[in-house]
């Protein structure tokens, strides 16, 4: 396990943190891809083969899975094909370095959402993942707005009317995560799985502070406590 550190206000070019499954079997790729997409603020778990990608898709709960095909043990198309056959539904980017036309419309055909060939640059990964997740969730614009806040999640920007809101990574995380189930109980359990990765250390007091952070840097009655349930944005 890795204990988390805050590093002060995030950087305006990073992406809140949104929960990633990688499923690819090149090690250094998989290496520089996962560094890569935490620093632009997601929280990535990385499967190494084919039967443990299928195995953390369907028992963990992610935003998007990035899938290379050639996978040992389990194919890539056989694990897209098994997920969506149990109704996984997550917007699912697929990664090879195969050049034939007729592997990608048979990956597109069998549910992936978008297709990228192998060699590629980590930031355009970063990007479709952030467009396939904010259509998954019924939105065309890249702005999240509640009331008088406002959050830009591709820049890592906060307002508050006309007032910018410096936050921290983990802070932009818990808020992009509540502002996206407005109305709805969400659970320290449910914040946890979807801010840290399964190598980091989770510690549910840790919430409650981020919870604290935000209320004064946004306003008390933005977030609301539903004793012994978890929290709802108002």
């Known amino acids: 396990m890795r204990a988390e550190a805050e590093h002060g206000p995030i950087a305006r070019t990073r992406e809140a943190a949104i929960r990633i499954l990688l499923v690819e079997d090149d090690l250094e790729l998989a290496r520089r891809l996962k560094q890569g997409l935490e620093q632009s603020g997601f929280a990535v778990d990385h499967a190494e083969t084919g039967q443990d990608g299928l195995f953390l898709g369907a028992t963990e709960d ?33 990664l090879t370095g195969r050049a034939a036309w007729t592997e990608r419309v048979e990956g597109l055909n069998a549910g992936a959402d978008d297709y990228m060939a192998k060699p590629f640059q980590v930031a355009e990964v970063a990007a479709r993942l952030n467009a396939l997740i904010r259509r998954a969730s019924g939105r065309s614009s890249p702005l999240l707005r509640r009331g008088d806040i406002e959050l830009n999640p591709a820049e890592g920007v906060v307002r508050v ?38 190598d980091s250390q989770r510690q549910s007091n840790t919430i409650e502070v981020y919870i604290g952070r935000l209320r004064r840097k946004l306003g008390r009655d933005v977030i609301r406590t539903v004793r012994g349930l978890g929290y709802r944005f108002e």
């Open 161 to 198: 009317g006309e007032t910018t809101i410096e936050l921290t990574a983990k802070e932009l995380a818990i808020l992009l995560y509540l502002m996206s189930r407005p109305g709805r109980i969400v659970s320290q359990d449910q914040l946890c799985d979807h801010v840290y990765d399964l």
């Open 62 to 94: 992610y935003d998007a899975a990035v899938l290379d095909l050639g996978l040992p043990e389990v194919p890539g198309l056989t694990v897209l094909k098994k997920w969506r056959a149990a109704g996984r539904d997550l917007p699912i980017l697929i």
